[in-house]
């Protein structure tokens, strides 16, 4: 990698900037280590999932800056802009990523209250009489 690679991913409320260049393999959350950061193994291998399926596992730095939302939305909003840092540099792990599943931004939200209703779409029970 010549240059940083600066991307961004969002999943629900959560934003990560993503930065990528090349180095020793460590992988910055919020200046924090990502494994203090997640604590929870799954999380960790899901951050780490787009550096080993475009093999780069210890070739690159990721720092991270991520914002909104919870751990989970967090992770996977840094999944996606790993992902889409890894493309700019190197167009041929394309194919290996999109068949993961980790170039799709997933889109889904948390639907709005409506008024009238106890939640977004729970509705109070019916009484006929």
């Known amino acids: 990698m010549e240059k940083n690679n600066i991307t961004v991913g969002r999943r629900k409320a959560a934003v990560a900037r993503v930065i990528v260049k090349s180095g020793s393999g460590s992988i910055i959350v919020n200046g924090k280590d990502y494994k203090n950061y997640f604590p929870q193994a799954f999380i960790q291998t899901k951050v780490e999932a787009p550096l080993a399926t475009a093999d780069c596992t210890g070739k690159v730095d990721v720092t991270v800056n991520v914002f909104g939302g919870g751990v989970k939305g967090q992770a996977e909003a840094i999944v996606l802009g790993i992902a889409r840092a890894l493309i700019i540099d190197n167009p041929e792990v394309r194919p290996a990523l999109k ?24 509705q109070e029970q019916f009484s006929k009489r």
């Open 99 to 122: 068949k993961a599943k980790m170039l799709r931004r997933d889109a889904r939200k948390v639907e709005r209250k409506k008024t009238g209703l106890r939640k977004a779409r729970k």
